[in-house]
């Protein structure tokens, strides 16, 4: 079984790695019951923040008050 | 941390909240799956930045509150045998079975053991080879893959002492008894994004299709749910009914390829009994007939202990989304995390434990 060692903030884990071999020392996974179950596409994290980050800007500039 | 800070950014959050208010024009109910999103709701006090058209309703996806009474029985039964280790996930120990818990049986002697991974439990069977060593499986498709792995690292070890009491259950066949109710109210899901990370679209697309039904595969941050609850509100509001992907950092098209196949491999699709819902039809796993040396059901004939569910609790309607934990009478007083009466109560996941934690003092209005 392929293991590594995965960080969560400040605890460090050993997790498996079978479950995606397309991961590389540095990536982030997703880790469940200490198996890796997905490799988090930066691509896909940068591309739903910069629509999430529109959305914010436009919510500044609406005379809108906050809750 | 990276990929989990931005989105519990309070800006983000207050900005999708007002697109909401600003796009939502009726009333609508929406239904969260997962007992994992359930809490985040709840901790975030997401429900109280939602506009009152918008119902949250929460739907059947924790694992410990949907294993059977029975199961718990066989798991009590099989830890009180002597030269058993019995190992499970911590909040399985306090679910009550229909006479005692798992805690009691080793305050009586029993080896019962806390485990965060099924692979503890193999590592355990190395290092006590005159002892049987049994995994309590329960799970959705997030976990099975991991059960099934831990089953064929055994087998490839040569070990004869592990095995495991599996009770895996399918989100699909709940959606589809959810939705084919005639008492249902839920018009658009928040599928459970890391159950899709596994299986991907596809069953969800066939749902949405079928029942022409909105549904939005979510993450677990409160920037995810809400992002997912306004993909839902646009969709209800254009007319449209499809599957749409806001998790898409976790979750692709196919899901996990080598994760499904493993879980094939080792499992295979058989009806299950649902806690508090009763029996669906092709909802859970049993092992394939090659891997029966591992199946502790077998192994211990614990498949004959078959016990009625008792009538004093409503998880049944509230695993269903047809009732809110606080619409119980028994709800933060005859029934507590301490002094469970059932699952929900109990579990990490559960949506009687998610509000009693955050929203014991509110009223039943303001949880609404």
Partial sequence: MRMGTVRFGGVTRQACLDFVPEAQCGDYVIVHVGF??????????????????????????????RP | MKYLDEYRDADITHALAARIRARVTRP????????????????????DLLPPEIELVHGPGCPVCVAPLEFVDRAIEIASRPGVIFVSYGDMLRVPGSRQDLFRVRAAGGDVRIAYSPL?????????????????????????????????????????????LVSHVLVPPAVRLILGSPTNRVQGFIAPGHVCTIMGHREY???????????????????????????LVDQLEDGRAQLENQYSRSVTREGNVPAQKLMEEVFEITDRKWRGIGMIPASGHRFREEYAAYD?????????????????????LVLQGLKKPVDCTAFGTRCTPEQPLGAPMVSSEGACAAYYAYRRHTGPEASA
């Fill in chain 1, 36 to 65: 890796a179950i997905s490799r988090v596409s930066p691509e896909e994290a940068e591309r739903t923040y910069e629509l999430l980050r529109q959305i914010q800007e436009a919510d500044e500039s609406a005379p809108e008050e």
């Fill in chain 2, 28 to 47: 609508c109910v929406l239904m969260e799956i997962c007992g994992g999103q359930t809490h985040t709701l709840m901790r975030y006090g997401l429900p």
């Fill in chain 2, 120 to 164: 503890e439990a193999v590592k355990l069977a190395q290092e006590y080879p005159t002892r049987q060593v049994v995994f309590f499986g329960i799970g959705f498709e997030t976990t099975a893959p991991a059960n099934a792995m831990a089953v064929w690292h055994a087998k490839r070890l040569g070990l004869t002492n592990f095995s495991m």
């Fill in chain 2, 205 to 231: 697309e066939a749902l949405s299709a079928e029942f022409h039904v909105p549904i939005v595969i979510g993450g677990f941050e409160p920037v995810d749910l809400l992002e997912a609850i306004a993909m």
């Fill in chain 2, 296 to 316: 502790a059901e077998r192994l211990f004939g614990a498949q004959e202990i078959h016990v009625e569910e008792p009538a004093e609790c409503i998880s049944a």
